[in-house]
């Protein structure tokens, strides 16, 4: 009897160690949620301030995917904040210069977030620059094809999913991601 117990449990620790052998892999079975991030590797992991947000930042070398999970305590208005801060770095607003030759600054339509249909969250296809910044409204500031999403998964919190690539937007890795 003693032998298949032993077979068992080498094999429970065989399956344990291949899944957890990535952090990647098992952050993603500890939040509870799928993402297809093959060919990613895990570059950085951290905590927030609090215990209720935690950073990822996952590279194959050419891109990277930074995944934000947040527990808020209402997750709407979370939700709704992130919305409306992505969309006012694009808003109209009043020249800081005395006497300048228009008095607001107006970013282009061509350089607004595009929202990209998506089975669950909401996702938005816009340029970032030097610094993974957004709000970039000059074609000369633009170095990164970025894809920002975010999603509600109740009680495993909200995620936000960053990609920035100089050659492609990274829609597929945003359109791979579920709550479970």
Not at 34 to 49: C, E, P, R, W
Not at 84 to 89: D, G
Not at 101 to 124: H, M, Q, T, W, Y
């Amino acid at each position: 009897m003693k032998f298949p117990s032993v077979i068992i449990i080498i094999f429970f620790l065989a399956i344990c160690f291949f899944v957890f052998k990535d952090n990647l892999s098992a952050r993603m079975l500890i939040w509870g949620v799928v993402m297809d991030t093959k060919g990613y590797s895990l570059k950085q992991h951290s905590f927030g301030k609090s215990e209720n947000q935690e950073y990822l930042e996952l590279s194959n070398g050419k891109e990277l995917v930074r995944i934000i999970r947040t527990i808020p305590v209402d997750q709407s208005k979370y939700i709704a904040d992130k919305l409306f801060l992505l969309s006012a770095f694009f808003e109209p607003f009043s020249s800081p210069y005395p006497e300048a030759i228009s008095n607001k600054v107006v970013c282009p339509d061509e350089f607004k977030p595009k929202e990209l249909p998506i089975r669950s969250g909401k996702a938005f296809k816009l340029f970032a620059g030097e610094r993974l910044n957004y709000g970039i409204c000059a074609k000369d500031l633009i170095t990164y094809r970025s894809v920002y999403a975010i999603f509600n998964c109740g009680h495993k919190g909200v995620f936000e999913i960053s990609t920035f690539s100089k050659e492609s937007y990274l829609q597929d890795i945003v359109n791979s991601f579920s709550c479970r």
